[in-house]
C-alpha cells in the first residue's frame, strides 16, 4: 500500500509540473522600461505583456501594476487611461492583456515595474526606440523574480538594470565584470533607495565611475 501511494503522489507532482508555465507567478518584477522623449527622431515606448496560462483553473487574474522612478518614487505613465503611477487589468483565462505606453513624456524617462497578480500569470516587457514613428531597436525581456546574485554572458556595450524590491531599505549591490578567463575586468558599487532603480553599461562598470 505504501509503495502504491508513493507513485500516486509522484505522478500527481509529475502532472502539476508539467502544466505550470516556466515564469508564472503571483509576484512580477521588470528592472528596466523607457517612455517618451522630446525628439521625435529619438523616443521611446514601453509595452507589458500579461498571459494568464490558467494552470488551475479558468480563473481571471486581476493585476496591479505600479511603476517607479530611479528615486524610488512613484513614476506616472500614460497606458492609454491618464497618467498614472499604477495601472489595474483583469487578464481572462488562458487570455492576454496588452498595455502600450502612449509615449506621452516630454523627455526620455526610465524606471521600472513591479505587478502583483491574484492568479499566477506570465509577464514580457518590451522597450522600443523609434525615429519618426518606426521602430529602431526593441528589446523585450521576460518578467524576473528578486535575487541576491545574478551572471550572465556580457560585452561592454550590454545593459544592466538593477532594481531594489525594499520599500524601507537601500541597499549596495556590486557590478564585477570578468574576461573570459574570469578575471577581474572593473567593479563598482551601486547604492540604491528603498525601491530605487539603475541601468548602466558594462563598459561603465569597466571604468568604475
Not at 84 to 90: A, G
Not at 142 to 159: K, M, V
Amino acid at each position: 500500500m505504501a509503495r502504491q501511494l508513493l507513485f500516486v503522489f509522484l505522478l500527481a507532482w509529475a502532472s502539476f509540473a508539467q502544466f505550470q508555465p516556466e515564469g508564472t507567478s503571483v509576484y512580477l518584477y521588470f528592472p528596466q522600461l523607457a517612455d517618451g522623449g522630446s525628439n521625435a527622431a529619438d523616443r521611446w515606448q514601453t509595452v507589458l505583456t500579461f498571459t494568464n496560462p490558467s494552470i488551475l483553473g479558468d480563473v481571471a487574474s486581476q493585476v496591479v501594476v505600479d511603476f517607479f522612478n530611479d528615486s524610488g518614487q512613484p513614476l506616472s505613465l500614460d497606458f492609454g487611461y491618464g497618467l498614472s503611477p499604477r495601472v489595474t487589468l483583469t487578464v481572462p483565462p488562458n487570455g492576454i492583456r496588452v498595455l502600450r505606453s502612449r509615449m506621452s513624456s516630454s523627455a526620455t524617462v526610465i524606471g521600472w515595474a513591479t505587478a502583483r497578480a491574484s492568479y499566477p500569470v506570465q509577464g514580457m516587457v518590451s522597450f522600443r526606440q523609434l525615429a519618426q514613428g518606426k521602430v529602431r531597436a526593441d528589446v523585450a525581456v521576460p518578467a524576473t523574480l528578486p535575487t541576491g546574485n545574478f551572471w550572465s554572458s556580457a560585452t561592454g556595450s550590454t545593459g544592466v538594470a538593477i532594481a531594489n524590491v525594499y520599500p524601507n531599505m537601500t541597499i549596495s549591490v556590486s557590478v564585477i565584470l570578468r574576461d573570459a578567463n574570469g578575471l577581474s575586468l572593473g567593479e563598482r558599487t551601486v547604492v540604491l533607495a528603498p525601491l530605487g532603480h539603475r541601468a548602466t553599461l558594462g563598459e561603465e562598470a569597466q571604468e568604475g565611475d
